[in-house]
């Protein structure tokens, strides 16, 4: 309460006699207000509160003792006031009327009217010099029958609205609606008048707007009432006082600045809100509906990029499932700068998965038919539970359509194939390193075979597929794969899909895939591996001459070793390069059931089993080349390939001359 108190004292700060006082802010102001005059709660003064055609005054209270009370000498005394004061109008540049400061004898302005002459004077009697009023005015509508010099101006009253001098407010922009401070001084011994404005953060300009000589004496009565007074015509604004500060025969004390009421938000009316409606909300609707149009349009858009498939039996394998947004990030939106290769099947890019910063390969397969997909889902699946050290990880997958795609772990030193045959890489194969990539291959096949719930058939065994890690393990890659493009089981459409020089001849009769259909693959690439050389070998007369058989010649010769690839330099384990040859016409063996099983195959490589005793002569090794006497091209047609993705596959291969 006390606190309250106080602070309201400060607000007012009124000192001094009746003949002196400073209002900053009217809280507790001996004012007489009428009409639509009224003090908010927060100290400010309003004169017009906006509705058209009212007048408001507020007058100071007490009467004031203009002349001088010595008994002989009646002369008026020397006046000094200051006040600020603010026009909020509902349209900028335009508001109504204006106010006035006015000294006048009576502070009943009943009798004048309200939307001309400044709520001071009626028709009857303006300019009549009985009126003995004096004003200051602050007009804003340039009124031509009063001789307004124009529609923003100060001016001098004296009985009457025709100022007897007037200056434009100029500069002085008292219609911005910012609160503006005017000081009015009178020297009554040298009967001069000064009128001066400026914006409240200015101090007092020395020159003033209007300066004037006018005796007031016989105007300003003995005894007269000082106010202010305000009225609005057609257009509605609201004339504020913020502060107020008065002196009879002394200038008056400065008002301060910074405990002057706050102006308050310029309130829309009905009719700035109708011109809002008007012009503002079609313009907005408009940027709306273009804004919600693009929404959608980027929406669909980005649906449609990143758009995935998703039946329901996929649900269980839901953790294995990638978002295809995420591969797009991984791998720069599948940029031709992170190709790690084109396959047979599709394109393999580099990424690393934003979230965990895992280097993976995303294998792109476009496919059109359902068939397959859901047992390769399957068995990739199962795979991807049992992580075994020679076989390439599998992470997971995505589907979309005409699109799989396979996310497996990076490996950085690639395949095997760019070892063996390309030249690009300088780093040749040692023996020991090709023997341990053989035995960790062996052991990585005969776990699909074997190890697995069910036989997984790889289907796509060659020295491409195999890839290696950082300490040269050799890991199978593509498991599976060729089961996509495999509708084997419709004789209709029976077709193989492997690669040619690794497809075993009983795949012609029977275009069944087994476990020893991947055996005979595997024997092709032991002899691939120690020979550096293809399955089918392109000699200097552009005869194809099959690697199985050139193996047997050097063998038939004596000098089995003699095949051996010439870049190992001559360096190698004698007893084991011999193993891996025998071994490998032994798994190439066109009789699937002389061919051994992928068990036996890693005993044999461990030296844990004997190699069966062989020779170049025994029966079951010339059956290829019986096959092979009438050339290749029969050998090509025996395996009926007709269908157009295992038919671009061979082409490949062969044209490719890989
Ligand atoms: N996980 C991987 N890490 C690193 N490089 C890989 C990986 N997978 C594939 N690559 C690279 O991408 C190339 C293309 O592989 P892709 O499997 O598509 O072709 P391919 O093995 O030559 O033929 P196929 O389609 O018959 O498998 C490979 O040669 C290999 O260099
Ligand atoms: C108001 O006027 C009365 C007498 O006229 C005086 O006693 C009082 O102090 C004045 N109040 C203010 C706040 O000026
Ligand atoms: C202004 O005051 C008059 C008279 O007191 C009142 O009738 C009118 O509603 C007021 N207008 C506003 C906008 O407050
Ligand atoms: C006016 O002020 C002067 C000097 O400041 C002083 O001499 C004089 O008495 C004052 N007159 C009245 C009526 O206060
Ligand atoms: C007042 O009048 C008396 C005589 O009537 C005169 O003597 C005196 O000087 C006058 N005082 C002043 C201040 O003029
Ligand atoms: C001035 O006003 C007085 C009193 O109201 C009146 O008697 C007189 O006729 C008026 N004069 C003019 C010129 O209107
Ligand atoms: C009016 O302004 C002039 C010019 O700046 C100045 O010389 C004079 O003293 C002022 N008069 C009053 C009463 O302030
Ligand atoms: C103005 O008021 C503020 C706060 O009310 C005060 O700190 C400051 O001293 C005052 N300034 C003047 C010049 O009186
Ligand atoms: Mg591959």
């Not at 001996?30 to 009212?54: E, H, K, P, Q």
């Not at 008994?71 to 909020?88: D, E, G, K, Q, R």
């Not at 200051?136 to 100060?154: A, K, M, Q, W, Y």
């Not at 070892?419 to 990539?437: A, C, G, K, M, S």
Request: with cysteine.
């Amino acid at each position: 309460m006390f606190l309250l108190f106080f602070s309201h004292n400060l607000l007012v700060c009124s000192i001094g006699g009746p003949d002196q006082f400073v209002y900053n802010g009217f809280t507790g102001a001996n004012l007489t207000l009428d009409d639509t005059a009224f003090v908010t709660s927060d100290g400010l003064l309003i004169l017009t509160n906006g509705t058209n055609r009212l007048k408001g005054h507020a007058t100071y209270t007490s009467l004031l003792h203009f002349q001088s009370k010595s008994p002989n000498a009646s002369h008026l005394l020397s006046f000094s006031t200051t006040f600020v004061f603010a026009i909020l109008s509902e349209y900028i540049d335009l508001s109504g009327h204006g106010l006035a400061l006015f000294i006048a004898p009576s502070k009943d302005f009943s009798t004048t009217l309200s939307y001309e002459y400044l709520g001071l004077f009626n028709m009857q009697n303006n300019g009549n010099a009985s009126n003995h009023i004096f004003a200051i005015e602050l007009d804003t509508v340039r009124n031509l029958n009063l001789g307004d010099i124009d529609s923003n101006h100060v001016g001098i009253d004296i009985n009457g609205l025709d100022s007897i001098k007037a200056a434009s407010a100029g500069y002085y922009d008292e219609n911005s609606g910012k609160p503006m401070q005017v000081w009015v001084d009178y020297d009554a011994k040298r009967a001069e008048l000064n009128v001066t404005i400026a914006p409240i953060q200015v101090t007092k300009p020395t020159k003033p707007l209007l300066s004037h000589h006018i005796d007031l004496s016989s105007v300003i009565t003995e005894l007269a009432y000082i106010g202010f007074s305000s009225s609005l015509g057609d257009m509605s604004s609201r004339h504020c006082i913020l502060g107020w500060s008065f002196s009879l025969n002394d200038s008056a004390m400065p008002l301060n600045v910074s405990k002057l009421p706050k102006l308050p938000k310029s309130r829309l009316s009905d009719k700035h809100l109708h011109m809002v409606l008007k012009i503002v909300l079609p313009i907005a609707s408009v940027i709306f509906m273009v804004t919600l149009v693009c929404t959608i349009f980027f929406l669909v858009w980005k649906h449609a990029k990143y758009s995935e498939l998703q039946e329901d039996w996929e649900h269980e394998f839901g953790p294995h499932r990638f978002k295809y947004k995420v591969l797009f990030d991984a791998t720069n939106g599948f940029s031709d700068k992170q190709l790690l290769g084109v396959g047979g099947f599709g394109r393999v890019y580099k990424g690393v998965i934003p979230t965990s910063n895992l280097d993976v390969a995303v294998k792109k397969v476009s496919h059109d038919s359902r068939q397959g997909i859901k047992e390769f889902i399957a068995e990739i699946a199962s795979i991807g539970r049992m992580e075994h050290k020679n076989l390439v990880h599998l992470l997971g997958y995505c589907r979309r359509k005409h699109e799989l795609l396979l996310v497996y772990e990076y490996l950085p030193n690639g395949s095997l194939d760019r070892y063996l045959h390309h030249h690009e890489v300088n780093h040749t194969l040692d023996w020991n390193t090709r023997f341990h990539i053989i035995k960790g291959v062996s052991l990585g096949l005969s776990y699909l075979h074997e190890n697995c719930e069910k036989v997984i058939i790889h289907r796509d065994i060659k020295a491409s597929n195999i890839l290696l890690d950082n300490e040269m393990n050799g890991r199978l890659g593509d498991f599976g794969l060729a089961r996509l493009y495999d509708h084997g089981t419709d004789p209709q459409t029976t077709h193989v899909v492997g690669t040619i020089g690794y497809l075993a001849p009983e795949l012609g009769r029977t275009s069944k895939a087994t476990p020893l259909t991947d055996v005979f693959a595997f024997g092709m690439f032991l002899l691939e591996v120690a020979c550096g050389q293809r399955p089918i070998i392109q000699d200097t007369q552009n005869n194809h001459v099959w690697l199985v058989d050139w193996v047997l010649e050097h063998w038939a010769r004596g000098d089995l070793i003699g095949s051996l690839d010439k870049k190992l330099g001559g360096k190698y384990d004698i007893d084991q390069a011999s193993l891996v040859l025998k071994l490998g016409l032994l798994c190439s063996r066109p009789s699937p059931s002389s061919r051994p099983v992928m068990r036996q195959v890693v005993q044999y490589l461990d030296g844990i089993m004997p190699l069966p005793e062989l020779s170049p002569t025994t029966p079951n090794f010339g059956t290829l080349a019986l096959l092979q006497t009438d050339g290749f091209e029969e050998y090509a047609i025996t395996y009926d390939v007709s269908s157009s993705s295992a038919t671009s596959i061979l082409e490949s291969e062969l044209s490719g001359g890989r």
